[in-house]
């Protein structure tokens, strides 16, 4: 009787019987003004909308005398003064459990496919805290992208946090596909942020397929989503993406992309009266960036490998949000707008990207061989016009000789096709004889799996409560 019961009981425990109860005295533009309730910002509020024939979901932004300011996670239509506004007394959670793979959420964690719900008492709070500093395990070990041009010369660790930095058009989410279907990591989280509609559907099977949707959770908040949706969707899923990591597993979480995060912000903050500040990003987006950004990472549990991609203005690498981000991740891959016009995919600029973790996770032939690879890019490149117009003469200079010659086979390397996987060995393998440098085996393994790693399968059964509750 008492297993039978105990789910019901869970549910009551949730549920708070005293309500504050407030009204609404003003809807303009994005932001709802109510006279109450008692509410903090962050807090959950449920407005009752008679003539939407529904109760809408909104979040405190901010608080102005003794006006409650809201934004609501649905359109407004259908809001008018006199609404009555209902605190719930606690913060966006979501619920998580084994059941998320395979799944797709929406900006309040809520599973929008059409399969049903989670249905899981155990929840995380959606504006979490990153790990402390100080008990962050080091990160020494490689994860495999199947991407040749990163695994190879951009190698990335368990735990690093990356920007994919261009403008439209130039390959990010197909990049982010590539990684998503071919990592070694146990578990993809895929953040869609104010991406086109059309995306969601393609992203799932043309990058995922079947295989990579089983170990992947995606949350979509698309671009037509009001503001506070696309903002707390990045949340979500880093809250997604952190349980996952707290079950001892390495996490691979794709989000695309942090530009419309930013944007999302910006929006919320003009809305409130924020001051804009720089290009007309108000101070709380640059407050808000760190507190997303640092959350991925290693914790002494588990591993979450970030992809941030970041689409730069102008393909302006300085303006606000690419700087930004930049200074605060642990690497940047720049995607090439005059590579992608040469059909050169992925458009990687080798020169223009940097992983600042790559020497600690690989070993000294590797690091020596890459060294010699991008010296080769280098040379080629500084004497790039002088080799097209036939003014370069053969003997002139030895470096500049070698690297004409090997040029044409740095660059099929650096170029893969969408569906091709590529393993370390064989990446190393091809980088060593570009280079003539000898690299050992013991350098280029696949990354061992720890004994103590858990089963996606038998991960501990999480209790229920009844229906929605």
């Known amino acids: 009787m008492e297993t039978l019961l105990e789910k019901y009981i869970e549910v009551a425990e949730q549920?708070?019987?005293?309500?504050?109860?407030?009204?609404?005295?003003?809807?303009?533009?994005?932001?709802?003004?109510s006279r109450g309730p008692a509410a903090i910002i962050g807090e959950i509020c449920r407005i009752?909308?008679?003539?939407?024939?529904?109760?809408?979901?909104?979040?405190?932004?901010?608080?102005?005398?003794?006006?409650?300011?809201?934004?609501?996670?649905?359109?407004?239509?259908?809001?008018?003064?006199?609404?009555?506004?209902?605190?719930?007394?606690?913060?966006?959670?979501?619920?998580?459990?084994?059941?998320?793979?395979?799944?797709?959420?929406?900006?309040?964690?809520?599973?929008?496919?059409?399969?049903?719900?989670?249905?899981?008492?155990?929840?995380?709070?959606?504006?979490?805290?990153?790990?402390?500093?100080?008990?962050?395990?080091?990160?020494?070990?490689?994860?495999?992208?199947?991407?040749?041009?990163?695994?190879?010369?951009?190698?990335?660790?368990?735990?690093?946090?990356?920007?994919?930095?261009?403008?439209?058009?130039?390959?990010?989410?197909?990049?982010?596909?590539?990684?998503?279907?071919?990592?070694?990591?146990?578990?993809?989280?895929?953040?869609?942020?104010?991406?086109?509609?059309?995306?969601?559907?393609?992203?799932?099977?043309?990058?995922?397929?079947?295989?990579?949707?089983?170990?992947?959770?995606?949350?979509?908040?698309?671009?037509?989503?009001?503001?506070?949706?696309?903002?707390?969707?990045?949340?979500?899923?880093?809250?997604?993406?952190?349980?996952?990591?707290?079950?001892?597993?390495?996490?691979?979480?794709?989000?695309?992309?942090?530009?419309?995060?930013?944007?999302?912000?910006?929006?919320?903050?003009?809305?409130?009266?924020?001051?804009?500040?720089?290009?007309?990003?108000?101070?709380?987006?640059?407050?808000?960036?760190?507190?997303?950004?640092?959350?991925?990472?290693?914790s002494e549990k588990g591993t979450i490998t970030g992809f941030y991609t970041v689409l730069v203005d102008g393909d302006d690498l300085d303006e606000p949000v690419s700087d930004t981000a930049r200074g605060i991740l642990d690497g940047h891959i720049v995607l090439s707008r005059s590579l992608a016009q040469r059909y050169h995919y992925p458009a990687i600029d080798i020169l223009a990207s940097i992983s600042r973790l790559a020497p600690e996770v690989s070993g000294p032939a590797v690091n020596k061989a890459v060294g010699v690879m991008r010296r080769l890019i280098a040379v080629y490149a500084e004497n790039e016009d002088l080799i097209n117009v036939g003014a370069y003469h053969a003997g002139s200079n030895a470096a500049v000789d070698e690297a004409v010659e090997k040029h044409d086979a740095i660059r099929e390397f650096l170029i893969q096709e969408v569906t091709e996987k590529s393993s370390l060995e064989d990446t190393f393998s091809k980088i060593a004889a570009i280079t003539g440098s000898p690299i050992p085996e013991t350098e280029t393994a696949e990354p061992e799996e720890s004994d103590e790693k858990p089963d996606l399968t038998s991960f501990p059964a999480q209790k229920t409560p009844m229906g929605d509750a």
Request: net charge positive; proline share 6%; with cysteine.
């Open 48 to 298: 009752e909308a008679p003539r939407k024939r529904g109760v809408l979901q909104a979040e405190v932004v901010g608080l102005r005398d003794e006006t409650v300011q809201l934004m609501a996670y649905q359109e407004t239509d259908g809001i008018e003064v006199g609404n009555r506004v209902i605190a719930s007394g606690a913060a966006l959670e979501v619920a998580v459990s084994p059941k998320l793979l395979g799944r797709v959420l929406d900006a309040q964690g809520k599973p929008c496919d059409g399969r049903g719900d989670i249905q899981s008492v155990l929840r995380y709070p959606a504006m979490g805290s990153p790990p402390d500093p100080l008990k962050r395990k080091r990160v020494t070990k490689r994860i495999r992208t199947g991407v040749r041009a990163i695994d190879g010369l951009l190698t990335v660790g368990r735990g690093q946090r990356l920007g994919i930095f261009a403008g439209t058009g130039v390959g990010k989410s197909t990049l982010l596909g590539m990684i998503a279907r071919n990592t070694s990591a146990d578990v993809n989280v895929v953040a869609l942020i104010g991406e086109r509609g059309r995306e969601v559907n393609d992203f799932i099977e043309n990058e995922l397929g079947p295989a990579g949707l089983a170990r992947s959770v995606l949350i979509v908040t698309p671009s037509n989503s009001p503001p506070l949706s696309r903002l707390r969707g990045a949340y979500v899923a880093t809250a997604v993406a952190e349980y996952f990591r707290d079950q001892g597993l390495d996490v691979m979480f794709l989000f695309d992309s942090v530009t419309r995060f930013a944007r999302a912000q910006r929006e919320i903050g003009l809305a409130i009266g924020e001051p804009p500040a720089t290009r007309g990003y108000t101070p709380s987006m640059f407050d808000q960036m760190p507190k997303l950004l640092e959350r991925c990472g290693t």
């Open 15 to 33: 549920v708070d019987p005293i309500k504050c109860v407030g009204r609404i005295s003003k809807v303009q533009g994005l932001l709802i003004e």
